[in-house]
């Protein structure tokens, strides 16, 4: 007899993984919706993230969570940074020249974790880690749960961000036509800026979020993560912020069964497998007409 209640636990933590997951593929699919620039050093800043909250925890005892205190400024300044240092410069080069300046980024990132903090994989734990909630015949993990609440209250904010504020209005317009924003006085260098340290800061929150569950390797966990945000946000629609969270969503729970019903050491390869499939069938992503941009 097929077990139901395994399956609405699995696609429970589906969910919430792939919450996360989307958290990451906002974060890409903002900067290129604005900046029309594909960030390959996405995934050493989720890295990076990781890294910030195993440093507040082995300084300070912090409680991951609470190390977003410090993640979320500091990822809006090192993107705003970059931005404005590197990418500003070459806003009209070809888009090879930004995919190549932003590998390079990856690299010095890559390289200053491993001389910081060494090779070896690292981690934080906490009390909750094998803490539950019962919910019906679910036990959604407190790990899981927190960290898809941190992605649901970061990500209503950034919604409000985009569609309440006047900030919101020109980095949309900025979107939409940046020669056109520019005519009726957006300063669209600045947006640019805004924007990228948005998206960086997005994604050390995702960071933030993974440590509890995951093991972060300063050469190897980025390129995994900026494939995944490749994946999420080709699953739903590349430059579709809301595509992105389906897109995410899509990802966790494929995932999660693929481990569960088939094999745990092929999880990630799933994942792939639909992204080929959706590049094949769909290239415009699962989502990419039916979800409206935010």
């Known amino acids: 007899m097929f077990d139901w209640v395994s399956l609405v636990q699995n696609l429970s933590n589906g969910v919430l993984i792939g919450s996360v997951y989307a958290l990451i593929g906002i974060g890409l699919t903002l900067i290129f919706g604005v900046m029309r620039v594909i960030n390959f050093?996405?995934?050493?800043?989720?890295?990076?993230?990781?890294?910030?909250?195993?440093?507040?925890?082995?300084?300070?005892?912090?409680?991951?969570?609470?190390?977003l205190v410090v993640a979320l400024p500091l990822g809006f300044v090192l993107g705003s940074l970059v931005q404005k240092v590197i990418l500003a410069r070459i806003i009209d080069a070809p888009p090879?020249?930004?995919?190549?300046?932003?590998?390079?980024?990856?690299?010095?990132?890559?390289?200053?974790?491993?001389?910081?903090?060494?090779?070896?994989?690292?981690?934080?734990?906490?009390?909750?880690?094998?803490?539950?909630?019962?919910?019906?015949?679910?036990?959604?993990?407190?790990?899981?749960?927190?960290?898809g609440v941190a992605t649901v209250v970061v990500t209503a904010g950034l919604y409000a961000l985009l569609n309440h504020t006047e900030l919101g209005r020109a980095i949309r317009a900025t979107a939409e036509n940046r020669l056109g924003a520019e005519l009726v006085g957006v300063d669209t260098r600045k947006v640019q800026s805004v924007v990228f340290g948005l998206g960086?800061?997005?994604?050390?929150?995702?960071?933030?979020?993974?440590?509890?569950?995951?093991?972060?390797?300063?050469?190897?966990?980025?390129?995994?993560?900026?494939?995944?945000?490749?994946?999420?946000?080709?699953?739903?629609?590349?430059?579709?912020?809301?595509?992105?969270?389906?897109?995410?969503?899509?990802?966790?729970?494929?995932?999660?069964?693929?481990?569960?019903?088939?094999?745990?050491?092929?999880?990630?390869?799933?994942?792939?497998?639909?992204?080929?499939?959706?590049?094949?069938?769909?290239?415009?992503?699962?989502?990419?007409?039916?979800?409206?941009?935010?």
Do not use: C
């Open 41 to 67: 050093a996405h995934g050493d800043f989720v890295v990076l993230g990781m890294y910030v909250a195993v440093l507040m925890s082995g300084l300070l005892g912090w409680d991951p969570y609470f190390s």
């Open 200 to 294: 960086v800061a997005l994604a050390l929150t995702a960071g933030v979020a993974l440590i509890p569950m995951l093991y972060a390797t300063p050469t190897v966990t980025g390129p995994l993560f900026t494939l995944k945000a490749f994946v999420v946000t080709v699953l739903g629609g590349l430059g579709n912020i809301g595509a992105a969270i389906a897109g995410g969503l899509v990802l966790g729970i494929v995932e999660i069964l693929g481990a569960s019903y088939l094999s745990s050491e092929y999880r990630d390869v799933y994942g792939l497998i639909v992204f080929l499939a959706v590049l094949l069938f769909k290239p415009e992503g699962l989502f990419g007409k039916s979800v409206k941009r935010v």
């Open 96 to 147: 090879e020249t930004s995919m190549l300046a932003t590998l390079g980024v990856s690299l010095v990132i890559a390289n200053l974790l491993l001389l910081v903090f060494g090779g070896d994989p690292q981690s934080v734990h906490v009390s909750y880690a094998s803490s539950t909630l019962p919910i019906g015949p679910v036990n959604l993990s407190m790990v899981l749960l927190l960290a």
